[in-house]
Every structure is written in C-alpha cells, then in structure tokens.
C-alpha cells in the first residue's frame, strides 16, 4: 500500500518506480512496471529491458515493461523492442511473426514511437498484413 501512495506523490514517483523495478516480491515488480507505462526517469530504462528480454518473468509485469520502453526515444529501447518483435531467424527464408503478448506488446511500443524507423516500419507492414487478429490489431 505504501509503495501505491508514493507512486501517486509527483515528488516520490520516479524514484519510487525505480526501487519498485528492483524488488525482489512479484507484486511491487509489478506495480513499478505498470507505473512506468506512463513515464519513468532514464535511470530505469536499463531495468526496464532487462524485465523485457527475460522470458522467464511474468507476464503481468514483462508486458507492462515492454510498453514502457515506447517512453524512452533512445536507440538502445528501439533495439530492444525490435529484437521483441522480430521473428526468430530462419535459415532459409524469413520466419513469421509470432502473436505472442510480448511481440504484440513490442510491436504497439513500436508503431506509437518509432513507426517511420525502417526496420520498425517493415514489421509494422508485415504484421498488418498478418493472418493473426492479434498482430494485426497490434499495430492498428
């Protein structure tokens, strides 16, 4: 409860984001990751990939931590949703995207920020011409 009421203080927020994204409990993990959506200081960018990449963290709080790299304009965010998005390589041919929640998510985060960037641009076009409803409504 502590951690909701400082999120909500403009004074306490950032770094409060910041300490929540370095909780070991699942809970305030989440809370800092859901209030990052909304804007975070650079300081948690770097957490914030890191809670991206890991397949191995929950849903609840690896989406909302994909969302918020839309927040940050800087080449390292860009990369790291690109890599999110991208398909796994092949080696002959190119591979489909996949309509799991993390690409979809990286694909939205994508198309809001950086949606004239090429490689964002080409998998923005490919997922609206997807056979998947949900890629296809990632990027509408």
Known sequence: EAV?????????RDETIVLALHDAEDRILALGTSAAETGAPASAEPRLREIAVD????SEIRVPAIRSLA??????ARATLLELASPR????????????PAS???????RSRWSDHPEAA???????????????????
Do not use: W
């Open 4 to 12: 909701k009421l400082c999120l909500r203080a403009p004074g306490e």
């Open 71 to 76: 927040c940050f304009d800087t080449e390292s």
């Open 89 to 100: 390589r092949r080696l002959l041919g190119s591979a489909p995207l996949e309509p799991t």
């Open 55 to 58: 397949p191995e963290c929950e």
């Open 122 to 140: 080409d998998l923005i076009a490919r997922a609206a011409r997807s056979d998947s409803p949900a890629l296809r409504e990632a990027v509408s």
């Open 104 to 110: 979809c998510a990286a694909l939205r985060a994508l």
